[in-house]
């Protein structure tokens, strides 16, 4: 087989959530965690796309994910809802409490959802871009695996903790930035590592705290947050709001829990949804218009807007199907096929 | 006169209130304002200490400031509070609206204040960490001059943006950062001009959008922010949630209704604050204890904490008092005795 294959949207997602109810997932958490990496791949995403079925899959087999977690809601009328994910995937208690989060963040102009004890995989766009969709602005967060040193340090204590920001936008796409607060992933040192080519400059420091471009010094040493002690201090903020703060683990915890960067990490997430028409009201100003002008004046400008090739791709997927590589399908079709025993194939 | 002069915090702090004093401002205002200023000199942060008197009665002596203006604090019992500055400081307004936000915050853990129509000098680090030692965790964004342009243009439209966090330690300063989100600050490039020296690469682009060095084209041009697309993000993060969302003048809009950077901005802020008690109530785990481990951990490796600078030179100076250079205390003296007429001196 060396052609792509088109499949549509529906298609696609029915397929992934199948893989994963037949690996012993209840259907609900497998219809929420399919439509994120569907969404993923039909956004050109590829780290969220079909990859990450054998991520998740390798969780299961460790054993290291709750298979029937039911998330539960608990909302005590507070600004913070809360949603105990029981050691099951992140997205399913996401869509379980996002009525709710709206509904609160609508009536008050402000509220949190906390996710507590959830496996990640850190699609945050997906979360922000829904609540831009209900006319809410957000910012969500979560740690990670500790690979990353402070700033001025050595030793990895930080996650890539990933931001996220949505902004609604009248009869556009939303405003949408999700991004690692390191400066590179860790996967992408791993490649440089296994062709044998250097890392570029500031990406991470040896052991000793060094700055480094072998790839291996890096591996074992540390990555380096974005933006110098700016991207440092943001990434620490992330730690204590998304896992201190919630008393849920931190990324150096995180990765004691798991003992290893190669599955995904077990932690909380915090989401803060704002209503801008409440925020705007005494005013008088129409908040989403006014973002307009930003907006617009950017892209006029030739800058490019984040997410903007996450959406021209979603717009081809839309028009014309997710084409998957000769690849990407054959390793869909034996997941398929074969379950968790593809897995050792 | 070449001998430094020390001031205890309470004179310095009595001073520059009547210099605002008889410059006609209200005295709560007037207090306000000097109680930042004082509080800048005493942690050697300069650019937030004495140096800002001359800045704030240029803007009185441009009319560009509401000297009587009451904050009016509006509270619908949501979880946005309020405060119209009336077009006065902001800090004072922060001060009158301060109380009800901590009290909202404890109560429902997550509340935020909206400032409108202020004059700020962006010591966002003072807000944070007032309500730190309330036990909250906070954080903190206001617009300025469009005086950046987004990574990929060309054209300012953003603001130096800062943004703050602060985070409560017990028994110690608390974890505050409060950062330009541009590269540098359009003062260094300025310094830079005047000294006939280049600037460094990546700090600014000129007309053409082409990385400059020389300061002039920087001026011309316009600034950069900092860490690439990544801080471009997060300072039109900024555009949209303090000055969009509320619907307050951004950074653009600023910079039109003033017609000069020489001037202090006049648009809104946001304060987002949080009790982590109340977030982490239902893990039954410390948050502040917690957050100490990442903190300590942070320190123990070597690397720099954000503000440990300014809270080493406050602990020097609430010991030993606040030494003025000659330079600084003739220019203290000389608002002192002539007041706004120090302007045309």
Redesign the interface.
């Known amino acids: 087989m060396t052609e792509t294959v088109t499949l549509t949207f529906d298609d696609l997602k029915g397929r992934i959530q199948r893989i994963f109810e037949m690996a012993g997932v209840r259907r609900e958490t497998a219809a929420a965690v399919a439509r994120v990496i569907a969404s993923g791949e039909r956004d050109a995403c590829k780290s969220h796309g079909v990859y990450r079925i054998e991520g998740c899959l390798r969780v299961l087999a460790a054993g290291k994910v709750v298979l029937d977690a039911v998330p539960q809601v608990?909302d005590a009328g507070?600004?913070?809802i809360?949603v105990d994910a029981g050691g099951g995937f992140a997205n399913v208690a996401f869509e379980d409490a996002c009525d709710a989060l709206v509904a609160r963040t609508r009536?008050?102009?402000?509220?949190?959802l906390?996710i507590?004890d959830c496996l990640h995989f850190s699609a945050l766009w997906y979360e922000v871009e829904i609540l831009a969709g209900h006319g809410l602005?957000s910012l969500s967060m979560c740690p990670s695996y500790a690979t990353v040193?402070?700033?001025?340090?050595?030793?990895p204590?930080l996650g890539t903790n990933p931001f996220a920001?949505g902004?609604p936008r009248a009869g556009a796409f939303p405003?949408v930035?999700d991004?690692a607060?390191s400066v590179a992933a860790r996967g992408e040192i791993e490649l440089h590592r296994r062709a044998g080519t250097p890392i570029p400059e500031g990406w991470a420091v040896d052991k000793q705290?060094q700055p480094t471009t072998d790839p291996q010094a890096a591996l074992d040493g540390a990555m380096l947050p974005?933006?110098?002690?700016?991207?440092?201090?943001?990434s620490?903020?992330i730690?204590?709001?998304s896992?201190?703060?919630?008393?849920?683990f931190?990324s150096?915890e995180a990765l004691d829990f798991t003992g290893t960067t190669a599955l995904l990490p077990r932690h909380g997430a915090l989401i803060?949804a704002?209503d801008?028409s409440?925020?705007?009201r005494?005013?008088?100003?129409?908040?989403?218009a006014?973002?307009e002008?930003?907006?617009e004046?950017?892209a006029g400008?030739?800058?490019?807007l984040?997410s903007q090739r996450r959406f021209a791709a979603r717009a081809m997927a839309m028009a014309d199907g997710i084409a998957l590589t000769p690849d990407e399908f054959e390793r869909l079709e034996r997941f398929e096929a074969l379950g968790l025993d593809a897995l050792s194939g």
Chains 1, 2 share one sequence.
């Not at 005494?282 to 989403?288: H, N, Q």
């Not at 400008?301 to 490019?304: H, K, Y």
């Open positions: 608990h507070t600004s913070a809360e009536e008050t102009g402000l509220a949190a906390v507590r602005a040193a402070p700033s001025g340090g050595q030793t204590l920001f902004w405003y930035f991004f607060t705290g974005f933006g110098g002690h700016k991207g440092s201090a943001i620490t903020m730690e204590l709001l896992g201190a703060m919630l008393g849920e931190m150096r803060l704002m801008p409440v925020f705007a005494r005013s008088g100003r129409d908040p989403i006014e973002g002008r930003l907006i004046a950017i400008q030739g800058a490019r984040p």
